[in-house]
């Protein structure tokens, strides 16, 4: 259910750039849209399962100033800046790019404790930025092959991530996700939606449009969240967490097998670089928390 899950995620990029390159779709209207109609589905489904308490996370202020926060800063700021990057782009390269999220993360971290990143998390560090220079030069230093835009907004999206990350904080912990992802999403569509105005968007309407569309807003959110957050029930976090890093995976394969999009072998290389930082970073979190672990009483 992870591994589905987190193909999900990449086969949702891959028709985020299907609608970019073949239907004239942009990427202010189609996060406009996923947020609305996926959160609309999400808040669904927390009613369905909880009913009349889907509603609690308003009964007080200050949770709700801050699920309004998470769903402008947090996720439609992330979602704006994924689908920029695909758009200028491929799904395969900015799924890449913002993986480097966790490695940002590992900073804000070592920062707040007050120390240096040592072990591990070094080789992390080093990997992470060995593959955007390859990815970005292909080993070159006179030549980019990745666009200035392409890489501003990949890393905005890492950035973006970091904050999608971090910034729900405690939300989390005291409601469940379908409440602060539901009605962040909606919430984040709303104001996106006012903003952009999808509906004077002109783009090509046809079967491909509304399949692409269907696989961004149902499959890539409700479908994949569901799916990965069965998993991680079953297997924990740890296990769910690197299970789902199939996703940046399975957004490099469908883009070049459905869409046609062309890797060098550089490409490859430096996504490899990137995503074993992921992993590294991963199993040097894994290696702390058992030497931090106490036996039992």
Same mark, same amino acid.
């Given at each position: 259910?992870?591994?589905?899950?987190?193909?999900?995620?990449?086969?949702?990029?891959?028709?985020?750039?299907?609608?970019?390159?073949?239907?004239?779709?942009?990427?202010?209207?189609?996060?406009?849209?996923?947020?609305?109609?996926?959160?609309?589905?999400?808040?669904?489904?927390?009613?369905?399962?909880?009913?009349?308490?889907?509603?609690?996370?308003?009964?007080?202020?200050?949770?709700?100033?801050?699920?309004?926060?998470?769903?402008?800063?947090?996720?439609?700021?992330?979602?704006?800046?994924?689908?920029?990057?695909?758009?200028?782009?491929?799904?395969?390269?900015?799924?890449?790019?913002?993986?480097?999220?966790?490695?940002?993360?590992?900073?804000?971290?070592?920062?707040? #404790?007050?120390?240096?990143?040592? /072990?591990?998390?070094? %080789?992390?560090? +080093?990997?992470? *930025?060995? @593959? !955007?220079?390859?990815?970005?030069?292909?080993?070159?230093?006179?030549?980019?092959?990745?666009?200035?835009?392409?890489?501003?907004?990949?890393?905005?999206?890492?950035?973006?991530?970091?904050?999608?990350?971090?910034?729900?904080?405690?939300?989390?912990?005291?409601?469940?996700?379908?409440?602060?992802?539901?009605?962040?999403?909606?919430?984040?569509?709303?104001?996106?939606?006012?903003?952009?105005?999808?509906?004077?968007? #002109?783009?090509?309407?046809?079967? /491909?449009?509304?399949? %692409?569309?269907? +696989?961004?807003? *149902?499959? @890539? !959110?409700?479908?994949?969240?569901?799916?990965?957050?069965?998993?991680?029930?079953?297997?924990?976090?740890?296990?769910?967490?690197?299970?789902?890093?199939?996703?940046?995976?399975?957004?490099?394969?469908?883009?070049?097998?459905?869409?046609?999009?062309?890797?060098?072998?550089?490409?490859?290389?430096?996504?490899?670089?990137?995503?074993?930082?992921?992993?590294?970073?991963?199993?040097?979190?894994?290696?702390?928390?058992?030497?931090?672990?106490?036996?039992?009483?």
């Amino acid at each position: 259910m992870a591994l589905i899950g987190g193909t999900c995620w990449g086969f949702s990029g891959c028709c985020g750039q299907f609608l970019f390159q073949q239907k004239g779709a942009q990427a202010p209207w189609l996060v406009s849209l996923r947020l609305f109609f996926a959160g609309l589905l999400l808040i669904a489904a927390g009613f369905c399962i909880h009913g009349k308490r889907n509603l609690e996370i308003f009964q007080k202020k200050r949770d709700a100033l801050h699920l309004l926060a998470f769903s402008l800063c947090g996720i439609t700021f992330c979602q704006f800046t994924y689908f920029m990057a695909i758009q200028a782009s491929n799904a395969g390269t900015a799924t890449v790019l913002q993986y480097l999220s966790p490695v940002m993360i590992l900073f804000v971290v070592c920062i707040r #404790e007050r120390r240096r990143p040592k /072990g591990l998390e070094l %080789a992390a560090i +080093g990997l992470s *930025v060995l @593959g !955007t220079f390859v990815l970005g030069t292909h080993g070159d230093i006179h030549t980019f092959h990745i666009t200035g835009q392409a890489l501003f907004w990949g890393l905005l999206a890492a950035v973006s991530s970091v904050i999608y990350t971090m910034l729900p904080g405690g939300l989390i912990i005291r409601y469940d996700i379908y409440q602060v992802l539901g009605f962040g999403m909606f919430f984040g569509g709303v104001a996106m939606s006012l903003a952009v105005r999808p509906w004077s968007y #002109e783009l090509v309407w046809d079967g /491909g449009t509304w399949g %692409a569309l269907t +696989g961004v807003i *149902v499959v @890539g !959110t409700a479908l994949a969240f569901a799916l990965y957050l069965q998993g991680v029930s079953m297997i924990g976090p740890l296990r769910g967490s690197i299970l789902a890093s199939v996703e940046p995976i399975s957004a490099v394969i469908l883009s070049v097998l459905w869409l046609g999009t062309a890797f060098e072998t550089a490409d490859f290389l430096g996504f490899v670089l990137i995503l074993s930082a992921v992993m590294v970073l991963t199993l040097a979190q894994q290696k702390r928390g058992k030497t931090t672990e106490r036996p039992a009483d």
